[in-house]
Structures are given as structure tokens and as C-alpha cells.
């Protein structure tokens, strides 16, 4: 079975730090761009940050600029979100995404081939 799977999230106060983690099982990142998203009750999904395939291309999200790093370990499946500086505007559900390019997934969303499940980030006192 082809699934991406996030873990990490929880309860941080404001000013913490989380690391996201999102591994891929029954096939690999390599070849893949990923992204991370994230849904706010009540709002739109939004992207937050993705990484090309190779790791040399990168785009964060204007809210999370200098605050989250995106990286990816191929050698073990896996693509990170470490965020910094934790905002309480910054709760929501995150989803990791992967598609066949970087435009395709984190440009365009016009190709999305796996969603992850979703993995909870609360921001509060």
C-alpha cells in the first residue's frame, strides 16, 4: 500500500518547536517533490513549504518565512519540517504532499500524487 504518513505534531506554546516528520511506505521519495500544507478550522488548506526531488529547489510560505526548515533524508525516506518559533497562527492540521515535480506540486497543486493523513499542531498558552 502507497501511503505517506506524518508524525510529530502536538502542544507547544508559543515561542517552541516542533520537527514534523512525513516517511513514505510502499514506494520512494527520490523521485518526488514534496510539500507540507496545513488546514486551520474554518479555513483553506495552504502550502507552507516544499522541496524539489533533489532537494536543491525550496519554497516556503510568506507566514513561515525564517521561522520553518524544510529537508529531506532520501536514504530514509523521509522529509522534515522543522519549525521554529511557533506562532499561535500556526495551529492547524499539517499534511505532507507528494507529486511528480516541483511545479506540478508546489506551483501549480496540479498534480498531487499521495496525501498524507494529517498530523495535529497546537499553538497555545
Known amino acids: 500500500q502507497l501511503q505517506l504518513v506524518e508524525s510529530g505534531g502536538g502542544l507547544v506554546q508559543p515561542g517552541g518547536s516542533l520537527r514534523l516528520s512525513c516517511a513514505a511506505s510502499?514506494?520512494?521519495?527520490?523521485?518526488?517533490?514534496i510539500g507540507w500544507f496545513r488546514q486551520a478550522p474554518g479555513k483553506e488548506r495552504e502550502g507552507v513549504s516544499c522541496?524539489?526531488?533533489?532537494?536543491?529547489?525550496?519554497k516556503y510560505g510568506d507566514s513561515v518565512k525564517g521561522r520553518f526548515t524544510i529537508s529531506r533524508d532520501n536514504a530514509k525516506n523521509t522529509v522534515y519540517l522543522q519549525m521554529n518559533g511557533l506562532k499561535v497562527e500556526d495551529t492547524g492540521i499539517y499534511y505532507c504532499?507528494?507529486?511528480?515535480?516541483?511545479?506540478?506540486?508546489?506551483?501549480?497543486?496540479?498534480?498531487?500524487?499521495?496525501w498524507g493523513q494529517g498530523t495535529q499542531v497546537t499553538v497555545s498558552s
Open positions: 504532499a507528494a507529486g511528480p515535480t516541483f511545479r506540478d506540486l508546489c506551483v501549480t497543486r496540479r498534480v498531487i500524487s499521495h
Open positions: 510502499g514506494f520512494t521519495l527520490d523521485y518526488y517533490a
Open positions: 522541496i524539489s526531488s533533489s532537494g536543491g529547489t525550496i
